[in-house]
């Protein structure tokens, strides 16, 4: 085992350990992930010769010539029109009328317009901050505690990337060629499953901890509460729903539901009165900073996956894994801690750039559906936005609150648990993630 370990070790070479290192020295010097990418693919190409530096720029432009890509910047988008229309609040009004009948009300209200939201804007961080704005303040005075309700709110915004439509599928789905809208439909149950544990995980602390109590209210009363905040809010949910329907009834691909979707939040809120076009510059902006870090990162994974299938990293990975153990179970399972592991310490677009062309391999390799693999992997590093060191959601609900990070990721632990299960539920079990796909997919 450990003789078959070292030999794929050796092979490998100085043209692989050699980028690895720069590119963790690059990072740990706080250079952006995206330039840290860049130069460790750039390095791997000469000392490997694997592709010629007169083709990178032709590489670097076929990597983002995508139409499925479209979307990213859409989407994400729709999300600050959606904050800045207030059209958000009323995601928040109905989850609470939906809620508001049980003990911990408030706190299932906070989860659920978590999924609403990711529902849209397709971004954990987005969803953090937004809903952090709306509901920590008011889950602390429901009687949470602060870093509680901080860890709640991270805890529910990691539905961003998990939750169709998520940048996350579409950049795994590019890399990986498989169908965004395949991997969407694919993502349904395993997002709604993850979206549960979230809620029932708040519950049942809420239920121990007694810090929120229940509205008296009969069935009649609840009923017409519900009615007249659906009512007054009913156009936000046009969004979602044009969405939805769009993309799962296969009348609009996910790009072109972006698009509609943003014409009609920002239509919306001119009807509102609430969208000026002097917002327009700061929205703008905003979504060309999201779209700059995440776009250069996209460009270099196709030279960076032709490096490394040339240097033969994909191969020898399957073959040290394999050497260690030929159960598709225990190979699963490394998989997974793998995959967690790298959610602790990166974001979610490298290790997606990173981590899926070499993981590909082993999971084909063991007879794994290439979309189980996909949801597996997206669902996987979505526990790492909740979990130290680098769990982006911990710095975003710290950051609009003040709190310490380390007592809001103590906070989370009960979620992280149950947010593990599902993921091993989704690894373990295919029909989670395929049996809403055609036959052709299974």
Not at 275 to 284: E, G, N, V
Request: aromatic share 10%; with cysteine.
């Amino acid at each position: 085992m450990w003789q078959a370990l070292q030999e794929t070790s050796l092979q490998l070479g100085w043209d692989f350990y050699g980028p690895v290192l720069i590119f963790v020295v690059l990072v740990a010097l706080a250079v952006p992930v995206w330039a840290s990418i860049g130069v460790s693919t750039i390095l791997m190409l000469v000392w490997s010769g694997a592709l010629p530096l007169s083709l990178l720029g032709e590489k670097l432009f076929s990597g983002i010539d995508a139409f499925a890509l479209t979307a990213v910047p859409l989407f994400i988008l729709t999300g600050d029109v959606l904050v800045r229309t207030g059209l958000s609040r009323k995601f928040l009004d109905v989850a609470e009328a939906l809620t508001c009948w049980a003990k911990g009300g408030f706190g299932s209200a906070t989860v659920l317009v978590c999924g609403m939201f990711a529902a849209i804007s397709g971004s954990d961080a987005a969803g953090a901050a937004a809903v952090g704005r709306m509901t920590i303040d008011r889950l602390v005075e429901s009687g949470y505690p602060r870093p509680y309700a901080c860890a709640l709110v991270a805890a529910g915004a990691c539905t961003g990337i998990l939750i169709p439509p998520s940048i996350a599928y579409i950049i795994i789905g590019l890399v990986l060629g498989i169908a965004v809208s395949t991997l969407f439909l694919a993502a349904l149950i395993p997002g709604i499953l993850i979206l549960l544990s979230i809620l029932a995980t708040n519950v049942v602390m809420n239920r121990l901890n007694g810090w929120e109590g229940g509205g008296i209210m009969t069935p009649a009363e609840w009923r017409a509460n519900l009615w007249r905040t659906i009512k007054s809010g009913w156009y936000a949910f046009l969004v979602p729903g044009i969405i939805f329907y769009g993309i799962f009834s296969g009348r609009l691909t996910p790009t072109e539901a972006g698009a509609v979707a943003v014409v009609v939040t920002i239509v919306m809120g001119f009807i509102l009165g609430t969208l000026k076009l002097s917002d327009f510059p700061a929205m703008l902006v905003s979504s060309a900073k999201v779209n700059g870090v995440i776009l250069p990162i996209i460009a270099f994974s196709i030279p960076l996956a032709e490096a490394l299938a040339i240097i033969g990293v994909p191969q020898g990975f399957v073959g040290a894994l394999t050497s260690l153990s030929d159960n598709e179970y225990v190979l699963i399972g490394m998989m997974v801690l793998i995959l967690i592991a790298a959610g602790c310490v990166m974001e979610t677009t490298p290790n997606i750039v990173i981590l899926a062309p070499i993981l590909k391999p082993l999971a084909d390799n063991i007879g794994m559906n290439e979309v189980q693999f996909c949801i597996m992997m997206i669902t996987a590093l979505g526990v790492g936005f909740i979990t130290p060191p680098l769990g982006l959601n911990l710095f975003v609900v710290s950051g609009i609150t003040g709190e310490s990070i380390l007592r809001i990721a103590h906070r989370a632990i009960p979620f992280v648990f149950f947010m593990l299960i599902v993921t091993l539920l989704i690894a373990y079990v295919p029909a989670i993630s395929t049996s809403l796909l055609p036959e052709l997919y299974r």
